[in-house]
């Protein structure tokens, strides 16, 4: 057999082996965890390759001593253990996340529904604003109605991964259809109120309902 052809022979059996001709995402690994890249068709950005924002740095929760609490216009007010919240139905989904910045990234998110916590408390009728407050002092809020009719979650998980501290952990919102100011982390309380709530960045001046294609700013404050 001539040189060329060996090369050659031997240059395609690489490739092959090699994977190089293959655009499928396998699982990864984030910390000592299993990170998947892939779901349900979709190729997810990896944790390590997904900017992400704060106020004051990051904020180390302890799982043990940990509780969401849940006040304001409910029935039954309640301190949420990270067990009890893991316990509660779990629900997936494929969300992108935008910054008003203009970088973006794909992630599945693995969380409680929004819907199902408040099932536990209860609500009263007039409740129409949720508001959530972190544990750097951090604040946003949203409509109630918005929340319950897109089955918005508060995820435990990013990619399968259990959240890790500096995305968030316990818990982050994945307020899909919002800028990413509105996707609150280290969540600590969540507040039912009848009045409009401007949190951190939308009394700097930032757009309250954060439609994501809609204005940035609000003409007044």
Request: net charge neutral.
């Amino acid at each position: 057999m001539k040189p060329i052809h060996l090369f050659l022979i031997v240059s395609i059996i690489f490739v092959i082996t090699s994977g190089c001709i293959s655009e499928k995402k396998g699982p990864g690994v984030y910390g000592n965890q299993t990170e998947n890249l892939s779901y349900q068709g979709k190729s997810l950005t990896p944790i390590a390759e997904q900017q992400t924002r704060d106020i004051k740095g990051i904020q180390y929760i302890d799982r043990e001593s940990y509780r969401l609490q849940v006040n304001g216009l409910v029935k039954n007010p309640r301190n949420f253990t990270y067990e009890e919240i893991i316990e509660l139905p779990e629900t997936s989904k494929v969300v992108d996340l935008n910054c008003v910045e203009g970088w973006r990234y794909t992630a599945k998110w693995t969380g409680v529904k929004m819907a199902d916590l408040l099932n536990e408390t209860g609500t009263i009728d007039n409740a129409t604003t949720v508001i959530f407050y972190s544990a750097d002092g951090y604040s946003t809020s949203l409509d109630r109605d918005y929340l319950l009719k897109n089955n918005i979650i508060l995820a435990y998980r990013l990619n399968d991964v259990t959240l890790p501290q500096d995305r968030g952990f316990p818990l982050q919102l994945v307020a899909e259809s919002k800028y990413g100011y509105k996707w609150a982390k280290w969540i600590v309380r969540i507040e039912l109120s009848n009045l409009p709530y401007r949190g951190y960045w939308e009394q700097r001046g930032y757009n309250n309902t954060a439609d994501v294609g809609g204005p940035e700013f609000e003409r007044s404050v």
